[in-house]
Nanobody
Framework: QVQLEESGGGLVQAGGSLRLSCATS????????MAWFRQAPGKEREFVAALIWNGDVNYADFVEGRFTISKNTAKNTLFLQMNNLKPEDTAVYFC???????????????WGQGTQVTVSS
């Protein structure tokens, strides 16, 4: 059983920064990908960023260089550093992991409970 626990969400003004964390177990990082998704009210869950087992990273187009996904292997923690936040970034952010090369919500094997990010204008 894979457990994922997010933290670090909160309320921030537009242009501000937040760093999300996802605590997990060592064996989780041996899976194909660790990823972040988000879901805004009334919208579908969407891909944000992924860290592939070989070190490759993928980002959604809307990230536009503002977010950075990384990990601390010694602490078994995945991060999402979010800078220059916009009101449209407001959503619940989910940590996820998959053994599929197709990184869509339907191909995720395990989800965290989510952490709320609210960006005020």
């Amino acid at each position: 059983q894979v457990q994922l626990e997010e933290s670090g969400g909160g309320l921030v003004q537009a242009g501000g920064s937040l760093r999300l964390s996802c605590a997990t177990s060592e064996r989780t990082f041996s899976r194909y990908a660790m990823a972040w998704f988000r879901q805004a009210p009334g919208k579908e869950r969407e891909f944000v960023a992924a860290l592939i087992w070989n070190g490759d990273v993928n980002y959604a187009d809307f990230v536009e260089g503002r977010f950075t996904i990384s990990k601390n292997t010694a602490k078994n923690t995945l991060f999402l550093q979010m800078n220059n936040l916009k009101p449209e970034d407001t959503a619940v952010y989910f940590c996820a992991t998959s053994n599929s090369r197709v990184l869509t919500a339907t191909h995720i094997d395990y989800w965290g409970q989510g952490t709320q990010v609210t960006v005020s204008s």
